[in-house]
């Protein structure tokens, strides 16, 4: 069965600070990861990494895939408020039909 | 439409009772996912759509869940017989992509399920 854990559960920062959120899998014939904002309802795409797409990096966020250690990382920085959410990631696992594996998720809270 | 739109936003329902659900994906987006989101817990597979066909059904927790897709666009999820353990954030999603990938997926805002 596949399988995703995120680490830590949760964590609090100070704002201005930088934090890096862990994503493990066991998957069969792993082919993509995508990491998820999740601030009230609906999740939203930050980043997809795949084999030809290792890093990734968007303003103060930005993303690795380990494939070696089947992992990845998720860092910000110079974190706010605004950085506050939950944080999914997710792996695809192709088979009879394409669906995405999720953890259970980073509870991220970004204090003043 | 511009965005996954689901409906509705919330509904607390009697043990027993039958509840459905629905979710009106991205025009044009073939594939459609259901998922559910318990407190606390990750989102959990229940059912993949391609078309109006359901590929992998793995996830629906038992019988009284069912889900079907019309006209390649709009889904209902219907759970009969509800139980307290059926509360969640029952979360559905669309993508553009056809059979092989689903890559990013875009998510409605959820229905929120309360069972009493």
């Known amino acids: 069965e596949d399988k995703v854990v995120q680490s830590p559960l949760s964590l609090v920062v100070h704002e201005g600070d930088t934090v890096t959120l862990n994503c493990s899998y066991e998957?069969?014939?792993?082919?993509?990861l995508l990491w998820y904002k999740q601030e009230k309802k609906a999740p939203t795409f930050l980043f997809m990494l795949?084999?030809?797409?290792i890093e990734k990096k968007s303003g103060r966020l930005s993303s690795i895939l380990d494939k070696k250690e089947l992992s990845s990382i998720l860092n910000i920085t110079a974190t706010q408020t605004g950085d506050s959410a939950i944080y999914l990631c997710a792996v695809e696992a192709p088979g009879t039909a394409s669906k995405l594996t999720f953890g259970t998720g980073t509870r991220l809270q970004v204090t003043l | 439409g511009a965005g996954v739109s689901q409906s509705p936003s919330n509904k607390v329902t009697e043990k027993g009772k039958d509840v459905e659900l629905r979710c009106d994906p991205i025009?044009?987006?073939?594939?459609l996912y259901w998922y559910r989101q318990s407190l606390g817990q990750g989102l959990e597979f229940l059912i993949y759509f391609q078309g109006n066909s359901a590929p992998d059904k793995s996830g629906l927790p038992s019988d009284r869940f069912s889900a079907e897709r019309t006209g390649g666009s709009v889904s209902t999820l219907t759970i009969q017989r509800t139980q307290q353990e059926d509360s969640a954030v029952y979360l559905c999603?669309?993508?553009?992509?056809?059979?092989?990938?689903?890559?990013?997926?875009?998510f409605g805002e959820g229905s929120r399920l309360t069972v009493l």
């Open positions: 795949t084999s030809s797409g």
């Open positions: 025009s044009g987006h073939t594939a």
């Open positions: 999603a669309s993508s553009p992509s056809g059979w092989g990938s689903p890559g990013e997926l875009f």
């Open positions: 998957v069969t014939n792993f082919r993509s």
